[in-house]
């Protein structure tokens, strides 16, 4: 069945809430208030905790309310994530409350699921199913993300190869990793995170092939369309691969300024 736009949009915001609170839940530190997602993975930087709009809410000021006090508990900075036009309130509330503007990811999606391309000469992929593979995984991210092991270690941690909702996969040429992918699902919607080459490995089209693949996988889980959250650099390539865009997603930074 192929989906319009506004339900795509819809699907990627409860994809993104329900990953990245199971990516809270290794750390104990998940809550909600009015369909937001509060999770908080520990890593004291915003980009890894956040408040996650999948919906209009009734009350804004309440759940910004809720937002604050529960990441203040955790002490951590955070950011607030709403879809452009999705629940202008819950941004007038966040700003009203302090929290300020720091740009926003276009988030697109792939309506359905067809055949996937051929991988580029040499590259083979495969699936991590043990803690060696996730330690691959975490130095493939690290390296491409260009941020510390301990980071990715935090985020990525030994459990999710057991987590149902969860499939990462690596690309290796003549042995070496060099590119790697994770699907998170929710539904039948598969959501594509964590893809990452490292500087050396890229402009062979080892990233569009892996996030091929962890479409392959999510396929293979029962899924019938993909979400992402694309980098302004990253949106070109996901463009060509047949994703349509969905509406940027606004964020906001907290914690609000001390009275």
Known sequence: MERDLEELGRLADENLAGSWALFGRAHGAVGGSDRCTFAATGIPAAFFNGAYAAGPVDDPQQVVADAIAFMAQQQVPWLL???????????????????????????????????????????????????????????????????????AATLITDSLVDEPAIGMVVGSVAETPVSCALVSITGTTAGIYNVATPPEFRRHGYGAALTW????????????????QASHLGA???????????????QLEGPPPAV
């Open 236 to 250: 070109p390539v996901y463009r060509a691969m047949g994703f349509v865009d969905v509406g940027d997603y606004i």
């Open 213 to 228: 693949a962890a479409i392959a996988e999510g396929i293979r889980r029962g899924c019938d369309h993909a979400v992402l």
């Open 81 to 151: 994530w709403v879809r452009d036009g999705v629940q202008d309130g819950l941004l007038d509330a966040g700003r009203r409350a302090g929290l300020t503007d720091a740009g926003g990811p276009p988030a697109m999606a792939l309506a359905t699921l067809d055949e996937i391309p051929p991988r580029p000469d040499g590259l083979e992929v495969w699936t991590v199913r043990d803690p060696a593979g996730v330690e691959t995984f975490r130095e493939l991210a690290a390296r491409g993300f260009e941020m510390p092991l301990e980071i």
